[in-house]
Structures are given as structure tokens and as C-alpha cells.
């Protein structure tokens, strides 16, 4: 059974640029929240996705939009990248989301913006 | 507002000599209290967690944490450190049932001397 996973692995952006990230979540999830962990820090809440519509946000600006697919899989776009937007980002699956479930994380996808 | 201290950044134990990773929470409500941990280039794992059943928790690993109210504490514990317990440890809170999202602390590196 696969866990959380993420791609792509690694990825090099320029100021200004715009990027995506992909997540699948774990094997009978519906729920998928994204975290961005600057370095040397913990991770930082974005939103999270269930039932394909933004249910909670975090302190992001509107750069950060996300999607989830009919097959609970979910995107997380940046536009306008800054070179703080420097950081590896997590995503986490659940059942319903409850904070009671545990959530599962991903690996992440390392993104460095220059 | 919820909110989440790591007493220590760094904590540095030997072989076989117990672990206290210390962590102070903040929270309006009944909170859901978790312990992560990072190993480098690895996703987060769940150590354990807490969800207002016993105040003692049991996790994966030999760890456990007790969960005190008054003290407003939950400090991670283990009687004897192995090599492998080296990694990134984060102390969480989430409100129960009212919040979809986890609180990071900023994060204990443990450090394990042969």
C-alpha cells in the first residue's frame, strides 16, 4: 500500500515564476492538507482540500491556491514566487480531515527560488 | 489561539541514557497534542498522540508522553536513547474538533552520542 507521495522531488524556480506541486494521498484518504517548512523551522499550515473545495486556511497570501481532484489527489499552485517562498512543502493525508485522525505526510517537494 | 514551545532546540543524550524532549502548549479548548519526527530527506512519522483519553501516552519507538494540564505540558520521553533516534522532533497541538489544522512547535534536534 503506498503511502503519501509527492512530486516532483526537487524543483529550481526564478522570482516571479509560477509553480506546481502534486500530491496523492494515501490509500483510502479524502482529505489532503498542505505545509510549507521553512528551513530550520516547523511546518506552517497553507489549507487543506475535502470533498474538492477549500475548507480551512492558513496565514498565506492569495498566491497560494490549491485543487483537489475527484480522485482525492491535490495540487498546490505559487504564483508570483518570492524568494521567500523558498521551502520544502508537505502534504499530509487523512480520513475527514478531524485532527483525531492522524494525518500522513509525504515526503515533500524541496523548491528553491532564485 | 493555539500555540506550541519547544523548550530546547537542540538536546544532545548518550546511548542508552533516557530522552526528554520538553514542549508547552497553549490552547483555549480541549487540544489534541501530537509528537512528530523528521529524519533527514524522510517525511514526518507520528510518534503519538494525544486526543484526551489517558493522560499517558504510548508511542512507536519506546517513547511516550504525559499529558498535564495544569503544568500545560506534554514532554516526550524514552528510557534509553538508540542511534537511530537521532532526527527532528515536533511537538503539535490542533483544537479538537473545531480545527482542521496542526500547530508546529519550531522543533528539538536530538543528537545521540555513541
Known amino acids: 500500500d503506498a503511502g503519501v507521495t509527492q512530486s516532483p522531488t526537487h524543483l529550481i524556480k526564478t522570482r516571479g515564476q509560477q509553480v506546481t506541486l502534486r500530491c496523492s494521498p494515501k490509500s483510502g484518504h479524502d482529505t489532503v492538507s498542505w505545509y510549507q517548512q521553512a528551513l530550520g523551522q516547523g511546518p506552517q499550515f497553507i489549507f487543506q482540500y475535502y470533498e474538492e473545495e477549500e475548507r480551512q486556511r492558513g496565514n498565506f497570501p492569495d498566491r497560494f491556491s490549491g485543487h483537489q481532484f475527484p480522485n482525492y489527489s491535490s495540487e498546490l499552485n505559487v504564483n508570483a514566487l518570492l524568494l521567500g517562498d523558498s521551502a520544502l512543502y508537505l502534504c499530509a493525508s487523512s480520513l475527514n480531515g478531524r485532527t483525531e485522525e492522524t494525518q500522513y505526510f509525504g515526503p515533500g517537494t524541496r523548491l528553491l527560488v532564485l | 489561539a493555539q500555540s506550541v514551545t519547544q523548550l530546547d532546540s537542540h538536546v544532545s543524550v548518550s546511548e542508552g541514557t533516557p530522552v526528554l524532549l520538553r514542549c508547552n502548549y497553549s490552547s483555549s479548548y480541549s487540544p489534541s497534542l501530537f509528537w512528530y519526527v523528521q529524519h533527514p530527506n524522510k517525511g514526518l512519522q507520528l510518534l503519538l498522540k494525544?486526543?484526551?483519553?489517558?493522560?499517558l501516552v504510548k508511542g512507536i519507538n519506546g517513547f511516550e508522553a504525559e499529558f498535564k494540564k495544569s503544568e500545560t505540558s506534554f514532554h516526550l520521553t524514552k528510557p534509553s536513547a538508540h542511534m537511530s533516534d537521532a532526527a527532528e522532533y515536533f511537538c503539535v497541538v490542533s483544537q479538537m474538533d473545531s480545527s482542521y489544522k496542526l500547530i508546529f512547535g519550531s522543533g528539538t534536534r536530538l543528537l545521540v552520542r555513541p
Open positions: 494525544y486526543t484526551s483519553a489517558a493522560t
